[in-house]
């Protein structure tokens, strides 16, 4: 390597260390303690395993060793979490300047894998609400196999319990893998009822502060997004504002349909594909839909144009 080569490559360097000097963004670990992004998907993937035994096809389970299995899986996972779960806890005392019970880290572990059952008994419904909902499906089998729809929605019921412990990052890391992985954005702040189906779903986003009720269905492209958002006398974002919609039980979204702002859509409503929507629905078991501009159809005769 030539010495000119050697001096740009020193003064790139030199500028690119100034733009750190404001420690703004600078993941060295002794510095701001992150998670490790890799650890946590493959803690995500163990939580996984442990909920739906086997269909990773890593490792076979059989019912005759299940309780085995799963307990020898445990305690790997639970140093694992804790520790992850550690770091992202240092990281909020240090940018939030503020202290936290110790063993924090350990508390939320636990509190995490004590809802595994719940969270499983949930993810069954939505596995049944699916099968039900849904004509091409054969089996619940296929369902959590292969099913975008479930795999976010899974992925989902275990980050919403780190967001409401008020865990920093694991859970917008977990729900941006599936998001990747899926095409559903579903935020870990969303609060989502029983026997939830997203059919298709590609192009389905729930925001933070959704609430949606039991057996509510949405298809692909749907958006339960925000309509404003409020700033301070700053003119800076508010954070943690209400500004997403509720979905009561028993709700359809269909294809395409958008629902922006802290509005209330009534149980049993069905909201059509393709509406743009911000004000609430308060009648139960309404019917909203958009009225396109009228079709006209021809019927071409030999090469005519």
């Not at 520790?83 to 063993?103: D, F």
């Not at 917008?172 to 599936?178: D, G, L, Q, T, V």
């Not at 870990?188 to 609430?211: L, Q, R, W, Y």
């Not at 039991?214 to 700053?234: E, H, I, M, R």
Request: charged share 20%.
């Amino acid at each position: 390597m030539t010495s000119s080569s050697l001096d740009f490559l020193s003064q790139v360097s030199r500028k690119l260390e100034e733009t750190f000097l404001d420690g703004q963004a600078v993941s060295y670990r002794d510095g701001l303690c992150l998670p490790r992004r890799e650890n946590v998907l493959r803690i995500l993937m163990g939580l996984l395993e442990i909920l739906f035994p086997g269909y990773s096809g890593k490792e076979d389970f059989y019912r005759a060793s299940l309780m085995g299995s799963l307990a020898g899986r445990l305690p790997g996972l639970y140093q694992a979490l804790a520790q992850e779960l550690s770091l992202a806890l240092t990281y909020l005392e240090r940018v939030a300047q503020k202290s936290l019970p110790p063993n924090e880290g350990e508390r939320v572990a636990q509190l995490l894998l004590e809802k595994l059952p719940e969270i499983r008994e949930w993810l069954k419904l939505d596995c049944r609400a699916a099968l039900d909902g849904d004509p091409a499906t054969r089996s619940l089998d296929e369902i959590i196999l292969a099913y975008p729809g479930f795999r976010a929605i899974a992925v989902h019921r275990i980050a919403h319990v780190l967001y409401k412990e008020g865990i920093p990052l694991i859970p917008r890391i977990m729900s941006e893998y599936a998001h990747a992985a899926t095409g559903i954005d579903i935020h870990p702040g969303a609060t989502i009822g029983k026997s939830f189906f997203i059919d298709h779903g590609t192009g389905v986003v729930i925001g933070e502060t959704s609430v949606l009720g039991d057996n509510v269905k949405l298809y692909q492209g749907v958006t339960l997004g925000a309509l404003s958002f409020p700033k301070d006398g700053c003119g800076r974002l508010i954070k943690g504002s209400k500004r997403h919609p509720n979905l009561e039980d028993n709700v359809t979204v269909y294809a395409g349909a958008t629902i922006l702002g802290d509005v209330t859509i009534a149980h049993h409503s069905v909201i059509g594909g393709n509406v743009w929507l911000t004000e609430s629905i308060p009648d139960p078991y309404s019917r909203v839909l958009f009225s396109p501009a009228e079709l006209q159809v021809k019927i071409r005769k030999g090469n005519q144009p």
